[in-house]
């Protein structure tokens, strides 16, 4: 799968999978009312590289001390 972007480049999409806490599941749907409400309307793929854009952009210190504040979770698919 490609898409176009910056220009005539094709870029390689990537799909994945992942667990997250429900509530911070929940707080995706929330800021995708809140930039509704401010006339953005975004995609969750689109909110979740946002984030990831600001992650990179933070220093060192800064990006150690969010995800320090990130909990665990037990990775992997629950047993049948």
Do not use: C, F, H
Request: no cysteine; charged share 30%.
């Amino acid at each position: 799968v490609t898409t176009q972007a910056m220009g005539t480049r094709l870029e390689k999409l990537v799909r994945d999978s992942y667990a997250m806490p429900e509530a911070e599941y929940a707080r995706i749907g929330e800021l995708k009312k809140r930039l509704a409400a401010l006339g953005a309307e975004v995609k969750k793929s689109e909110l979740l590289r946002g984030g990831i854009a600001v992650l990179a952009a933070l220093n060192d210190a800064e990006l150690k001390a969010v995800m320090a504040r990130i909990e665990r979770i037990k990775t992997g698919r629950p047993a049948k």
